[in-house]
């Protein structure tokens, strides 16, 4: 099955700066891989996804960009907020399996921290 | 709000009682997804329904799990005989189609004494 590694696990940036998350794949045959944002006690958020026909996506500060030769995956985040302080979590789907669930393979997250 | 909808937000039992969760999707979303989550992980998928039919199951679903989705509307996760490995956040998400963005739910956090 899919498998998705990402780091870091912890990333602390300052008001302002720029943070990058990046996220590995094993599958080839994944071809959608959103973002999600998750703040303490509440609901994984989708803030940015992308499909394998695409290399780069941008929705204001946000951007995703997507390597399919390399399998991997990131997420960048410019002008960073004290808003912007969350888990972030990648997830990958794979069209796999005759019953097309196209379940989501998530990696384990990063905290990131964006000090005032 | 129109979001996806579970309740209860958090639930306390002892070990070997019976529990139930349910989720409430987008109402125009045919598929559903559960999901555990526990601390310092991304969530784990594990079952899935296309309306009211239970395509795929992951390996974590033992046969203490159990899922529903009658009339393809709302789905219940049921729990039986309930171990301390169960505690964990149990999540809902719903999309309108195959390989379409999923939207989670605030899940339900189980806790087992």
């Known amino acids: 099955g899919e498998n998705v590694e990402q780091h870091p696990s912890t990333l602390s940036v300052q008001e302002g700066d720029s943070a990058v998350i990046k996220c590995t794949y094993s599958?080839?045959?994944?071809?959608?891989f959103p973002w999600y944002k998750q703040e303490l006690g509440k609901r994984p958020q989708l803030i940015i996804d992308?499909?394998?026909?695409?290399g780069e996506k941008k929705d204001q500060r946000i951007a995703v960009t997507l390597n399919k030769t390399a399998k991997h995956f990131s997420l960048h985040i410019t002008e960073t907020q004290p808003e912007d302080s969350a888990v972030y979590f990648c997830a990958a789907s794979t069209p796999d399996s005759g019953a097309g669930s196209y379940q989501l393979t998530f990696g384990k997250g990063t905290k990131l921290s964006v000090i005032p | 709000d129109t979001g996806v909808s579970q309740n209860p937000r958090h639930k306390i039992t002892k070990r070997g009682q019976n529990v139930t969760f349910r989720c409430d999707p987008i109402s125009e979303h045919n598929r559903l997804y559960w999901y555990r989550q526990t601390l310092g992980q991304g969530p784990e998928f594990l079952t899935y329904f296309q309306n009211e039919a239970q395509l795929e199951k992951s390996r974590l679903l033992s046969d203490r799990f159990s899922a529903e989705r009658p009339k393809g509307s709302f789905s219940t996760l049921e729990i039986q005989r309930t171990e301390q490995g169960d505690s964990a956040m149990y999540l809902c998400?719903?999309?309108?189609?195959?390989?379409?963005?999923?939207?989670f739910g605030d899940g339900t956090r189980l806790s087992i004494l």
């Open positions: 599958d080839s045959a994944s071809n959608y």
């Open positions: 992308i499909r394998s026909n695409v």
């Open positions: 998400a719903s999309s309108l189609r195959g390989n379409q963005p999923q939207h």
